[in-house]
């Protein structure tokens, strides 16, 4: 059987070997040095001013939505535009916190929000949390670039797309905040785990205190300094006061001690997800039963998962059978339409129809791609693809 994941971490017997010893040493397992040291290299290889881990890619959403809320750039009842293609943990924080989603359909050769689906907005939203969608976006420059020009908030939820890079840039640099998933199977895994990244020094600091129970534990010494003065804090008070809403979504120093292991790995990993894709999508460019993905502007392509997308229903249930009479896993496209989820028809009604997500949503699955894909997994996957 191939499986979407194979195993929990890149190097698995060595990563555990010194995990082990690690946790048999360390002094402290609660978040310390190893998160900081992670967090530190995370945003040097992200080219972020900051990083701040946290304890999950969706509790990452849900601290970077709240902070913003706390800071007051986001209001309740707030329109927030979300990739209708998406995961439900990035939607849920939108309602969870009283802003409310606007589902945004995508293009069907990039999987991903572009401009001219933003131009079809005919009410105005103050956010867009987009989501880079299995290692691709969008001309997201264009994306940006519109944003800018009407005071739209652009945050990225990159948990699928660590390494990919457009015009030189990481995705998860375009917007003002992005978000990662550390999770087993992403590009990186601490097990459990998730980082939010900004170059906002006010917003890095409102992160922190929102990850860690609304206290300035975790702050600068010069922020606990001015935050204390300025809500009179004497010092016997303040190590339990509390500034703002906040949760409690801290990583421990068993996953901050991961990531330092698996950054090393970054490269490799980024390259060997690429190698695959470019296989794969080579196979699905000769295949007329298949739709095309258009990734040409993109410099490197970090894919996490390989989308299959079918140029109709009986197409569709023709691959399907053919991966799983052959074993191997597949799975919808991220959560498909996320519109047509129990939850979101449960808070939300009346929503606009996204055609092209529908289509993907029900033409489309998606199969392994992995570091660690064997060349003849390799090659019984592009035999799967092909047309014979
Ligand atoms: C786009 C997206 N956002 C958020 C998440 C949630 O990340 P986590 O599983 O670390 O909570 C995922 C998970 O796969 C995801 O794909």
């Excluded at 082990?20 to 290889?45: D, P, T, V, W, Y």
């Excluded at 001219?116 to 989501?131: D, Y």
């Excluded at 470019?278 to 196979?283: A, L, V, Y």
């Excluded at 991966?323 to 009604?349: D, M």
């Amino acid at each position: 059987m191939i499986k979407l994941t194979k195993s929990t971490f890149l190097n698995e017997q060595e990563t555990r070997k010194k995990l082990a010893q690690f946790i048999s040493q360390a002094n402290f397992l609660s978040m310390g040095r190893e998160c900081l040291k992670f967090e530190k290299s995370f945003a040097k290889k992200q080219k972020r001013r900051y990083a701040a881990m946290v304890s999950n890619g969706s509790m990452a959403n849900l601290i970077l939505i709240q902070a913003l809320l706390n800071l007051g750039k986001l209001k309740k009842g707030d329109r927030i535009g979300v990739s209708a293609l998406t995961w439900a943990t990035n939607v849920m924080p939108v309602i969870q916190l009283g802003l409310k989603p606007v589902a945004l359909d995508c293009e069907l050769e990039t999987l991903n929000i572009s401009a001219n689906i933003l131009k079809k907005i005919r009410k105005k939203i103050k956010a867009l949390f987009l989501t880079n969608v299995l290692g691709f976006s969008d001309q997201i420059n264009q994306v940006k670039r519109w944003c800018g020009e009407r005071g739209v908030m652009l945050l990225e939820d990159n948990c699928e797309s660590l390494g990919s890079r457009m015009n030189g840039k990481l995705l998860g640099n375009f917007g003002i905040a992005s978000t990662f998933s550390f999770f087993v199977g992403h590009h990186l895994s601490t097990i459990e785990g998730g980082m939010i990244c900004t170059n906002n020094a006010e917003l890095h600091q409102m992160i922190c205190l929102t990850r860690a129970h609304g206290w300035d534990r975790n702050l600068t010494r010069f922020q606990q300094k001015a935050i204390r003065r300025k809500n009179k804090i004497v010092p016997f008070f303040a190590r339990y006061t509390f500034y703002d809403l906040a949760f409690n979504a801290r990583p421990t120093e068993i996953n901050g001690f991961i990531g330092n292991l698996q950054i090393k790995y970054w490269d490799e990993i980024v390259k060997k997800r690429e190698n695959n894709f470019r296989i794969f999508q080579k196979i699905i460019q000769a295949n007329p039963d298949l739709l095309e993905l258009k990734v040409d502007h993109l410099e490197k392509i970090s894919n996490f998962a390989m989308p299959v997308v079918c140029k109709n229903k009986k197409l569709f249930q023709k691959y399907k059978k053919k991966f799983e009479v052959n074993n191997v896993e597949i799975r919808p496209v991220i959560a498909g339409n996320i519109t047509r989820q129990p939850f979101y028809r449960k808070y939300l009604k009346n929503t606009q129809p996204c055609k092209n997500v529908d289509f993907i949503h029900t033409n489309g699955f998606y199969f392994p791609n992995n570091p660690e894909l064997t060349r003849q997994e390799i090659g019984l996957l592009s035999r799967l693809i092909s047309r014979q």
